[in-house]
């Protein structure tokens, strides 16, 4: 057996209850390669078990396993296998929408479906958080994401997407201690919640939001301190003033020639 698949099994183990349990997503996850479609059924087919496919589907209603625990198992392959040792975790995160169908599906409803072909953007499923861990494979010229961890939301009035997203950071964050974690989304994913201590967190600013000036120091008068600096206004604003300067990116494979500029704000 290839060490690296002596690793994987070794890993793995502990996320479940029972070795029998273990076997069972060794196989299903097998089936997920091999078959056709991404059903409980086809991956049962798949690998073997198809007329096993009630303990298939048994797996995913009520065996005992830890989701976080297999997620962290195979973050640690990719650290191990894919980055060196002084490099930082960069971690992509975003929501993911998933098409469902029938009444009985767990926490399904309408939602907004960025993916969707045309002008309906609304469909009925899940909505899932999904953090990847950003690697460079060499076989691929551009950097991959690999998922790890995952949360679903569950809707209005519970924890919104960007907390659930810092939650995901935070379980990065505290599996690996020593290393930098750098966590990057989309606009959707901003907000005090995403400021996490030992991690810095890039997104892109929604269009109308107001930027202010550093928190003051204590000036020893009498009153309430200040919680926010002078106000910078929008980000349109910002860029009136900022001090610009030439840099040079790379992205999607391509060496491209920007200006940037850099200011703290709240």
Known sequence: MPPQWRDLLEELAPAFARRSTHRLFM???????????????????????????????W??????????A???????????????DHDPLTVAIDGTFFRRWGRRVFQARWAYDGAAQGGKKTAYGNTWVIAALVVKLPCCPSPAALPVLFRLWHGKGTASQPELAARLLKVLAGAFPGRAVHGTGDCAFHGESLVIEGTTWTTRLPSNAVLSGPKP??????????????RIGTCADAAKTAGWQDT??????????????SMPAL
């Open 27 to 57: 196989a299903l996850a097998c089936g997920l390669i091999l078959a056709d479609r991404g059903t409980v059924t086809g991956m049962a087919a798949a690998a073997g078990i198809g007329q096993q496919w009630r303990r298939a589907c």
């Open 70 to 84: 297999l997620g962290l198992a195979v973050a640690r392959l990719i650290v191990k296998y894919l980055l060196s």
């Open 217 to 230: 120091p204590p000036t020893g008068n009498r009153g309430r301190p200040r919680e926010k600096g002078d």
């Open 248 to 261: 040079v990116i790379r992205a999607y494979g391509k060496t491209g020639h920007v200006q940037a500029s």
């Open 59 to 68: 797996f995913f209603a009520a065996a005992k396993w830890d989701p976080d």
